[in-house]
């Protein structure tokens, strides 16, 4: 039996853009994911959620700025509790100067406007199976 591939989206700014990550929720779920919808959480508050669910995959979704700030935490709180090998992905308007630097922290993907849901989906699988 295969495992069920667990995805917390977490839009932590207060930025209240939510209307797609509200959608990749909804085509995550139709995909089989189980995922874990959360908003208004410090970036150490996601990785302590991370851990209590058991997730493969975070998704941060950012729309209106202060998201290299939230990746960074992000990145230095799992560290901290030793969660490197959990994927993370970005959604939402992230410039491409701002996709290359978290390229470089360890963010596998951007998936900005005009990203297809499909793409989302079958890039995780292939991750999260390797």
Request: charged share 25%; aromatic share 8%.
């Amino acid at each position: 039996m295969t495992e069920v591939v667990r995805v917390l989206l977490a839009k932590p700014t207060h930025d209240g853009h939510d209307r797609g990550v509200r959608y990749i929720a909804r085509k995550f779920r139709d995909a089989g994911f189980e995922v874990i919808f959360t908003t208004f959480l410090l970036a150490d508050e996601v990785a302590a959620m991370a851990i209590e669910e058991d997730v493969n995959v975070i998704g941060i979704s950012s729309s209106s700025h202060g998201h290299m700030a939230v990746f960074e935490d992000l990145f230095a709180s799992l560290k901290k509790h030793g969660l490197e090998d959990i994927l993370v992905i970005g959604g939402g308007v992230i410039s491409g100067k701002d996709q290359a630097v978290l390229k470089e922290w360890g963010v596998a993907r951007v998936f900005g406007p005009g990203s297809s849901s499909e793409d989302s989906v079958e890039f995780i699988r292939q991750q999260v199976s390797a």
